[in-house]
């Protein structure tokens, strides 16, 4: 991020926040991204933008910025529009879970491999089929095809779960560490100084739904901090609004026991 003291007397800076530069006035219109032709999720998406809007003008009697809310696991690139510019941008890209070559090479069912029972992995393919998504690898085209589009924005927030985790330990898989790292190295080239992203649950590991395999572990935590370079807390003060980033995973703690390894506990519950 940007360094440095602050550009105006209304935009203050501390060691735990940043700041970005003004949009270019000349800006008119910046593409909105739609989700898949289901009323359900664009209603989903469209009244959490309505709610975002709805908090900002509460904090301003300025005009909201425009938010361009993205959901990988909802979304696909088959149209665009355009929203008229005020103020600044934010895209939000949620959930991408993309697959680096390694883990193209353990195959889209890896995630199967480890459910010992039929009946368990049958109902795991119906949720992924019919709830998520039946080609776990697809997100690995998607993002790059968005990354082609001319998405002009002053802001690029990312929460979480850059990679695809199919044993659920998070980054502490060294395929899956190449999965978050090449994602995010994406993302990074492509959007700079703009982008901000936090830890998702999946990049700590946690329990798959079967309950068979997977854990929140410390490793993965470091190695997302310290290795990543993903911050676990941010603050950013674009006058006139203050955005704060938080790892939501340390605020659930007390409702994520039995994702936990429990000699890790006490580590989770001080950590700095």
């Not at 270019?24 to 998406?45: D, E, F, H």
């Not at 085209?141 to 802001?155: A, G, N, V, Y």
Request: proline share 7%; charged share 20%.
């Amino acid at each position: 991020m940007l360094s440095g003291h602050s550009r105006a007397g209304n935009t203050t800076k501390d060691n735990l926040s940043d700041v970005l530069p003004d949009p270019p006035a000349s800006r008119q219109n910046t593409p909105i991204i739609s989700t898949r032709k289901s009323p359900v999720n664009i209603g989903i998406l469209k009244l959490f933008q309505l709610e975002l809007d709805c908090i900002l003008s509460k904090l301003t009697a300025q005009k909201p910025a425009h938010t361009i809310i993205f959901d990988f696991s909802l979304a696909t690139v088959d149209s665009f529009s355009t929203v008229p510019r005020s103020g600044y941008t934010i895209l939000v890209i949620s959930d991408i879970h993309y697959a680096s070559d390694p883990e193209l090479a353990r195959g889209p069912d890896h995630e199967l491999d480890g459910i010992s029972s039929a009946s368990k992995r049958k109902l795991l393919g119906l949720i992924r089929r019919h709830v998520w998504i039946g080609n776990p690898f697809l997100s690995r085209t998607l993002l790059k095809q968005i990354l082609s589009q001319p998405l002009e924005c002053d802001l690029v927030v990312a929460l979480g779960d850059y990679g695809l985790d199919p044993e659920y330990m998070g980054v502490a898989d060294p395929i899956v560490y190449s999965n978050v790292s090449e994602c995010l190295n994406l993302l990074r080239s492509h959007f700079g100084e703009k982008f901000v992203g936090l830890i998702g649950d999946h990049e700590l590991g946690k329990r798959n739904v079967t309950g068979e395999i997977g854990c929140m572990n410390l490793k993965s935590w470091h190695i997302s901090v310290t290795d990543l370079g993903l911050k676990p807390f941010w603050v950013l003060r674009i006058s006139p609004w203050i955005f704060i980033g938080i790892t939501s995973s340390l605020i659930a703690l007390p409702n994520l026991m039995g994702d936990v390894i429990r000699t890790e506990l006490p580590e989770w519950e001080n950590l700095p």
